[in-house]
């Protein structure tokens, strides 16, 4: 009777009372949905966004559209269902619908779907694949990019040659010039291109698309990261302007990219409209009454990291109107405001990225959102449709009606973290080089005790001029370690983004430096101010730079640590800078030229050159299809270990890049790092 009765009461608890809470696991990392590409409709009453979802068995992402009310009063429902991903949402203008893109049909082509109901029909029967697209204000036409060979006549030509290079027994790729790979693809001759493709009354494709940029010798939108933020219409869709950089020689070494104007039925070749800048221009696009354009502008030629300001300029004259020049912070996304008065814009900012309103008439910019990422977001006349996601949330979508406050709109992984207890975040500041205030965090197990005493997981950022900030990561994520018991400490050191362009501007040159001297004084730092991290047990992790960095860590540093992770490091800066793509990268930061004119800077911070000092484990992960840090750069750094005789392992993904990205090689890529940190940091 006792058993039954206890029976009886257990069925009675809700499913959370009887379920074990545990930390964050790889499987959760990879099979959380993800929520990005928000759109919200015309008019501001319904958003539109991409969710993918994880097939563990199939080993696969898919992604759908989804749909939900700006007032939250209803719930999500999903627009499509098909096995093939359907993402790249653009409302119609009249807001009955929404286009995208679809792999259904057998190859990646525009679809609509009335968002009333009814099927989703196909608007694009091209032969080549579309990579982006935005439908014209009026509705009448498409702007959409592909990638063609720039001698051919047609799309069909395109389409031969690529069969007939799939059906030959030959080969082999002949190349004139650089680049020859980008990102994790070989280039084949294909060149990206502008295209306006008509549409008719029953929103259906009609006549031949025509090429828009077919006279530049430029990636429109650029490879390999690219996209629909490369190009704009004009409110009366008589104009299309696109970002784009003439490739020539010299585009591997070159960031000067440049806004462009050309008519949206290609009746007149494109016109530079910003020559006179010989750095970086982006993201044009029109306010809304189409008398102003705006972009984003850097101002030193070569320099990818250089802050980014918003230039607004009158259409009729081209004379200046507004600039945010003398604003410390590197604007991304934006979009102008229904009144066209003042734009929402994005920025980095002291280990947050929020949402700003910057007014064009001047004053101080107006901070939206505080902490956490903003990782997407659009807007509707008052209404502001934003991604937000923290160090303890994954992304899901919130609104801002006015100044009224923000609103939850999705739940999207509520029933997959029931069970989930996340580390708490703090950030924190300490003195760093040069006496600097530079800025860190430190996230606490999932179920830390007070009194208790935890090993550490000390991660340092990739990208040497980026942030690990209050974001959610899909791969270097600290709730992992965390959820394994470990204390995760990681530094925004000198050369990290949001805490000034000057800070930012401190990297270059010196990459082994203030930076090594920050991370240093940060995890004394941490360690002062949180007792309950054991220094003696902790390990350095780290991926790009943050792999240079350990490379760099073994052999200024040895006795830091009792492991390292090393994912994707930089070894030897001389076979680095001859076998990478993006050549201005390597140019800027060691000293402003090539290796052959300037050995002495690139070899000043080459860990290959320091490797008899080496003595720490070390962990090497790399992928066969990293062209921007090449494998040979890991495989060097595994045989150098090898050959000291210093305990190490080599992960290698003959079918990954830069990143880890399948679900199943990232699970495994965190069994292993988890395990090489308790082999040595557990006695």
Known sequence: MRTLLLAVLLAALPPMVLAAERGVTATDLVSLARVSEVALSPDGSQVVYTQRDTDLAANRGRTDLWLVASDGRSEPRRLTASPDNDDAPDWSPDGAGVYFLSSRSGSRQVWYLPVTGGEAWQVSRLPLDVGSFRVSPRGDRLALSLEVFRDCADLDCTRRRLDEQASSPAHGRLHEQVFVRRWDQWQDGRMAQLFALALDAARSATGAPVAL????????????????????????????????????????????????????????????????????????????DGRLLAYLA???????????????????????????????????????SADGRSVVAVTDHLGQHPLWSI???????????????????????????????????????????????PRRLTHVNAAGLTEVRFGEPEQFTFAGAGGATVHGYVVRPWNWQAGARYPIAFIVHGWPQSSFANTWSWRWNPQIYAGAGYGAVFI????????????????????????????????????????????????????????????????????????????????????????????????????????????????RFSPANHVLAWRMPMLVIHGALDYRVPYTQGLATFTALQRRGIPSRLLFFPDENHWILKPGNSRQWHDEVLRWLDEHLHE
């Open 359 to 405: 007014s064009l008439g001047g004053g101080a910019p107006r901070l939206l959102t505080s902490a956490g990422t903003v990782a997407g977001f659009d807007l509707a006349g008052e209404r502001i449709v934003y991604v937000l996601q923290s160090l303890t949330a994954p992304p899901d979508l919130w609104l801002q009606d006015g100044r009224a406050a």
């Open 213 to 288: 940029t077919a006279a530049l010798d430029a990636d429109v939108p650029s490879r390999p990261s690219g996209g629909r933020a490369d190009f704009a219409f004009s409110p009366d869709g008589s104009r299309i302007v696109l970002s784009a950089r003439i490739r020539g020689r010299s585009e591997p070494w070159s960031t000067n990219f440049d806004v462009w104007s050309v008519p949206a039925d290609g009746s007149a070749p494109p016109q530079n409209l910003t020559a006179d800048n010989p750095a970086w221009d982006a993201q044009p696009a029109f306010s809304p």
């Open 298 to 336: 850097m101002e030193r030629p070569g320099f990818e990291a250089d802050r980014f300001h918003l230039v607004v300029r009158e259409v009729a004259s081209g004379a200046v109107r507004f600039t945010t020049r003398d604003w410390d912070r590197s604007l991304g996304a934006f979009r102008f």
């Open 492 to 603: 925004d050191f000198h050369g990290s983004t949001g805490y000034g362009q000057a800070f930012t501007d401190s990297i270059s040159g010196d990459w082994g430096g203030a930076p090594l001297e920050d991370l240093r004084l940060g995890l004394a730092a941490a360690v002062a101010r949180y007792p309950w991290l054991e220094r003696e047990r902790a390990c350095a992790l780290g991926a790009s730079y943050g792999g240079f960095m350990m490379n760099w860590i073994a052999g200024q540093w040895p006795d830091g640590f009792r492991c390292l992770v090393n994912h994707a490091g930089l070894f030897d800066q001389r076979a680095m800078y001859y076998t990478t793509e993006e050549l201005w990268f390597p140019e800027w930061d060691f000293g402003g030229g090539p290796y052959f004119e300037r050995p002495a800077d690139y070899e």
